[in-house]
């Protein structure tokens, strides 16, 4: 079997999506969906492919098999549900939506159509992570008691400076924490093979004062099996080394670091600015200290390290053709979610919140889809 692909918004994921589907074979057919001009004339002239300004009538076509989701946040539940209820595969880029409403509508389309539907965190899908993943399931670093991440992001003009800017607002994308960091909650929850049971966050008020979300944030969350985990986040001017730039139409040649720690009980892992990963162990000949047991370097183009989209809708298009579930169940992604906007309540309390507790306080959505 080949598969129709519908890209709906050609942005910078969007137009990435399109570029990664040149080189999948099983991808015979690609359209694109995009109502400003000059970002589909620009698929057009770079792809070759056929650009609608009309999402709806791409969906319904019966050559398209899947739907990869690329639009601003605030539109994701209503085309996600419109490909869902006719019948199409879903591959829907993060955030699941831009409210916690929003993505209850989407599961409960999904759950009532029985829909493929796989969230874009294609981080899993990536070197530098999938690395640490296998070596924390080899059992050299014990269970996971501890994750820290600093990211530091440049902020992109093209939020503030576009027309149809939108990720700044925070009604319309979701707030800070759902955009940008909701990979790496996702990531702290596959380590430690367990779910985040409290959040507690801190941050000051916004930088940039024209920014209508948290620019600055610190999010501590807490696991079902006692893990405990802390994501640093500022929009700041980041050192970046010229291999590492930005790309695409959005960050082109803005900065991006990080640094990632894992403690485990028998060790730890260090993930320096995507391109090295050390192994720590604890015992050395009878004495506990820390020592460098293996140190793994990478050369591999940065969104293959630590962004492969490339491969994440390869496989997605496999599970497809070959009627196999999301490698990600939609139950687990929308959880991710469910602690992104418990920690902007978090924020807005400034207090730790109980999902659980959270949960139960949170009024039922309406019914109807």
Same mark, same amino acid.
């Given at each position: 079997?080949?598969? @129709? ?12 999506? $399109? ?6 074979? =099983? ?20 792809? @070759? ?20 989701? &690329? ?60 690395? &640490? +993943? ?21 902020? #992109? ?9 939108? +990720? ?10 759902? =955009? ?20 507690? $966050? ?29 994501? *640093? ?30 403690? @485990? =009980? ?21 004495? *506990? ?48 979610? %469910?602690?992104?906007?418990?920690? %902007? ?11 659980? =507790? #959270? ?11």
């Amino acid at each position: 079997m080949s598969l @129709g692909l519908a890209v709906i918004g050609l942005g910078a994921r969007g137009y990435k999506t $399109v570029r990664d589907a040149v080189d999948i074979p =099983e991808i015979d057919l690609t359209i694109g969906c995009e109502p400003m001009p000059d970002r589909a004339q620009r698929a057009r002239d770079d792809f @070759g492919i056929d650009v609608e300004s009309d999402w709806a009538s791409v969906v319904d076509r019966s050559d398209i098999h899947l739907i990869y989701v &690329a639009t601003p946040n605030d539109r994701h539940d209503e085309v996600a549900c419109a490909a869902m209820n006719a019948g199409k595969a879903v591959l829907l880029q993060k955030p699941m939506a831009h409210s916690i409403d929003a993505c209850r509508r989407i599961m409960r389309v999904q759950e009532a159509t029985g829909a493929f539907l796989q969230i874009g965190f294609e981080c899993r899908y990536s070197l530098l992570y999938s690395k &640490a +993943k296998e070596l924390v399931d080899s059992g050299r670093v014990g269970g996971i008691r501890n994750f820290q991440m600093n990211y530091f992001s440049s902020l #992109w003009p093209v939020w503030l400076e576009h027309p149809e800017g939108w +990720k700044w607002l925070a009604e319309r994308s979701g707030g800070l924490i759902a =955009e940008k960091l909701s990979h790496y909650i996702d990531l702290f929850q596959w380590y430690t093979g367990s779910l985040i049971n409290e959040v507690d $966050v801190f941050a000051a008020d916004p930088v940039l004062s024209y920014f209508k979300t948290t620019d600055t944030v610190h999010v501590g969350m807490r696991t079902e099996n006692g893990a405990t985990g802390v994501i *640093t986040f500022p929009f700041c001017r980041a050192s970046t080394a010229a291999e590492d730039q930005s790309e695409g139409i959005d960050g082109a040649g803005t900065g991006y670091y990080f640094d990632h720690t894992l403690i @485990g =009980e028998k060790g730890s892992l260090h993930l320096h600015d995507s391109r090295i990963l050390d192994l720590f162990l604890y015992d050395c000949d009878g004495e *506990t200290r820390p020592y460098l047991e293996t140190r793994h370097e990478f050369d591999e183009d940065r969104l293959k390290l630590v962004h492969n989209t490339h491969d994440e809708l390869a496989d997605v298009v496999r599970r497809v053709i070959d009627d196999e579930p999301p490698s990600l169940a939609p139950s687990v992604a929308f959880q991710v979610f %469910e602690v992104c906007f418990a920690a %902007e309540e978090s924020q807005r309390r400034r207090g730790s919140v109980r999902l659980d =507790e #959270w949960r139960a306080a949170k009024p039922k959505p309406e019914q109807s889809s």
